[in-house]
């Protein structure tokens, strides 16, 4: 995890004299250990990503005269293919476009207050000027810095008058309104947020760990979730914490991944390049295939084996997805249908797809779904009893009215009222400091979800609300990748109802029940899951 500058010091200083031989760290650690005395990176499970692996792998050989060593442990044949493949792009050069925020409306409010602060005036025309010079405000509407300033000066939200007033604003420029203000500009100024997290204690009061308020908020008495390793079950979901009891039955509530990014989309058309020319040379043989793996992407014998045997097996008891001919597989899981989505367009483009669908399904059905996401997929699960034929299945990735779906699926979603009440931090909407000291997250939290009731009702156009609407459906979510991917579609997606779970839905079935410390349970789950393809095959 993230750990302190001097202990990060010591670390490093240890590492120098040979008294680590081996340091295990996430992501925020590993890009931090800049000495040239790392001989190898060994990534457990993959980094997601073609930059980000090159990243990692740099760390060691950290000097001008070095190489670079670094090896990816796979944990399961889907971290063998991810390897492959980002080997192979690193080989020709491909790595990831850098994705720069279009317009940030919460940013341009708060660089709107800082210029003016404590009692300096600017005309709206040369802020106007000065902010299209910086990239991302390039094509910035006079429109949207007026409406920035607007409720920066307290005229609030339609009829609804604002309780903030940062600045002043007469129509033609913006001014600033003295010390106190200036005052409470420099103790909020950031973007970085302030996560609100739950405390998760035991019947007998004892602390057993935190977890997002979000999370928190999806959670209901009588739920099984995953903690600390252990699973447990709610007994309690009040505003002072979450109160449970160690059970031993299975999780029933999918594992939080709020933070999760998944595989980038160069990386996922090189992998579905991989499974595709596997697929192809399979037809004439499993050598044929193995060989065309080591010649193009390196691999050894056994390796190459591995990736071989496993295309087939889900060659045999389903079909191979590719980018452009998606396959949904119908299965019934504890009593449930369950539709699982093989894309494999990456886990950014798959929520985004997922949530869509969802609101679909139940415009359509008037059914809510539970969502579970992976890189190679997603999965929709209908509640208890609950069917859906299989024309609504194979309707469901159309093109037509996307976007309309899409923001229908996120408007009670916590992805919206997270964001808003970050949105409304940065924009300086709702403080999180005052006089000094930090203000009550979870009081934060609550007037932000008031406002943005309020806001909704009264200003589906504020700007604070479409800020949020983008950061969630460009930079959280990819909608304009999500529609590029439904529009190359070349043919309706095979619905399919294998006999078991098939190989390429282990993951995805993994993935709501799978936790980074209870590697042995997950292994276990799918061990069973492939002795069952197995028997299907003899």
């Known amino acids: 995890?993230?750990?302190?500058?001097?202990?990060?010091?010591?670390?490093?200083?240890?590492?120098?004299?040979?008294?680590?031989?081996?340091?295990?760290?996430?992501?925020?650690?590993?890009?931090?250990?800049?000495?040239?005395?790392?001989?190898?990176?060994?990534?457990?499970?993959?980094?997601?990503?073609?930059?980000?692996?090159?990243?990692?792998?740099?760390?060691?050989?950290?000097?001008?005269?070095?190489?670079?060593?670094?090896?990816?442990?796979?944990?399961?044949?889907?971290?063998?293919?991810?390897?492959?493949?980002?080997?192979?792009?690193?080989?020709?050069?491909t790595i990831e476009d850098i994705?720069?925020?279009?317009?940030?409306?919460?940013?341009?409010?708060?660089?709107?207050?800082?210029?003016?602060?404590?009692?300096?005036?600017l005309e709206v025309s040369d802020?106007?000027?000065?902010?299209?010079?910086?990239?991302?405000?390039?094509?910035?509407?006079?429109?949207?810095?007026?409406?920035?300033?607007?409720?920066?000066?307290?005229?609030?939200?339609?009829?609804?008058?604002?309780?903030?007033?940062?600045?002043?604003?007469?129509?033609?420029?913006?001014?600033?309104?003295?010390?106190?203000?200036?005052?409470?500009?420099?103790?909020?100024?950031?973007?970085?947020?302030?996560?609100?997290?739950?405390?998760?204690r035991a019947h007998g009061g004892t602390d057993i760990g935190r977890i997002e308020e979000d999370f928190t908020d999806q959670l209901r008495?009588?739920?099984?979730?995953?903690?600390?390793?252990?699973?447990?079950?709610?007994?309690?979901?009040?505003?002072?914490?979450?109160?449970?009891?160690?059970?031993?039955a299975r999780p029933t509530v999918p594992q939080w991944s709020s933070h999760l990014k998944g595989i980038s989309p160069p990386l996922a058309r090189e992998i579905d390049r991989l499974r595709s020319g596997v697929s192809q040379r399979l037809r004439r043989s499993a050598v044929a295939a193995c060989q065309w793996l080591r010649r193009r992407y390196g691999l050894r014998d056994w390796e190459a084996k591995h990736i071989v045997h496993y295309i087939a097996q889900q060659s045999a008891i389903s079909a191979i997805p590719t980018l452009h001919h998606p396959v949904i597989e119908i299965y019934r899981m504890s009593g449930r249908q369950t539709g699982v989505f093989h894309t494999g367009a990456g886990r950014r483009i798959n929520e985004t797809l997922g949530r869509a669908i969802g609101a679909r399904l139940f415009r359509i059905a008037r059914l809510n779904t539970q969502l579970t996401t992976d890189d190679n997929g997603f999965m929709l699960t209908l509640p208890s009893g609950k069917t859906v034929p299989d024309a609504i299945w194979q309707s469901m990735l159309?093109?037509?009215?996307?976007?309309?779906?899409?923001?229908?699926?996120?408007?009670?979603?916590?992805?919206?009222?997270?964001?808003?009440?970050?949105?409304?931090?940065?924009?300086?909407l709702v403080l999180r400091r005052a006089g000094g000291r930090a203000l009550r997250r979870r009081g934060l939290s609550w007037n932000a979800r008031q406002i943005l009731e309020r806001v909704k009702k009264a200003d589906p156009e504020f700007v604070l609300l479409r800020e949020t609407i983008r950061t969630v459906t460009r930079d959280l979510l990819d909608a304009?990748?999500?529609?590029?991917?439904?529009?190359?579609?070349?043919?309706?997606?095979?619905?399919l109802h294998p006999p078991a779970a098939s190989p390429f839905t282990f993951g995805i079935v993994?993935?709501?029940?799978?936790?980074?410390?209870?590697?042995?349970?997950?292994a276990t789950m799918v061990e069973a899951l492939h002795e069952r393809v197995l028997a299907l095959q003899t």
């Open 1 to 93: 995890s993230a750990l302190e500058r001097n202990v990060r010091h010591r670390i490093e200083a240890a590492l120098r004299r040979g008294e680590l031989h081996t340091v295990v760290c996430s992501s925020s650690l590993e890009l931090g250990v800049d000495i040239g005395f790392v001989d190898r990176v060994a990534v457990v499970g993959g980094a997601r990503g073609i930059t980000a692996t090159l990243q990692r792998v740099g760390r060691a050989g950290h000097r001008p005269d070095a190489v670079a060593d670094g090896v990816v442990i796979a944990q399961d044949r889907d971290d063998i293919i991810e390897a492959a493949a980002t080997k192979r792009c690193i080989a020709e050069g």
């Open 99 to 121: 994705a720069i925020p279009d317009t940030p409306l919460d940013v341009l409010a708060q660089w709107l207050v800082g210029s003016v602060v404590p009692r300096r005036r």
């Open 221 to 248: 008495v009588g739920d099984v979730v995953l903690l600390a390793g252990r699973t447990f079950a709610i007994r309690e979901v009040r505003r002072a914490g979450v109160v449970v009891e160690p059970v031993t």
């Open 510 to 522: 993994t993935s709501s029940f799978g936790d980074s410390i209870v590697l042995e349970e997950r």
């Open 398 to 428: 159309k093109p037509e009215q996307f976007e309309r779906d899409l923001l229908e699926g996120l408007q009670s979603s916590h992805l919206i009222r997270t964001n808003f009440r970050y949105v409304a931090n940065a924009g300086l």
């Open 480 to 495: 304009p990748a999500a529609l590029e991917y439904l529009n190359a579609i070349e043919a309706e997606p095979r619905v």
């Open 127 to 200: 802020a106007l000027r000065i902010a299209r010079r910086a990239y991302p405000y390039r094509d910035l509407e006079e429109t949207d810095l007026r409406a920035c300033a607007h409720y920066l000066s307290g005229q609030g939200v339609g009829s609804d008058k604002a309780h903030v007033r940062r600045i002043g604003y007469d129509g033609h420029a913006i001014y600033g309104l003295g010390r106190d203000v200036s005052a409470a500009f420099f103790e909020n100024v950031g973007t970085i947020p302030d996560e609100a997290q739950t405390v998760v």
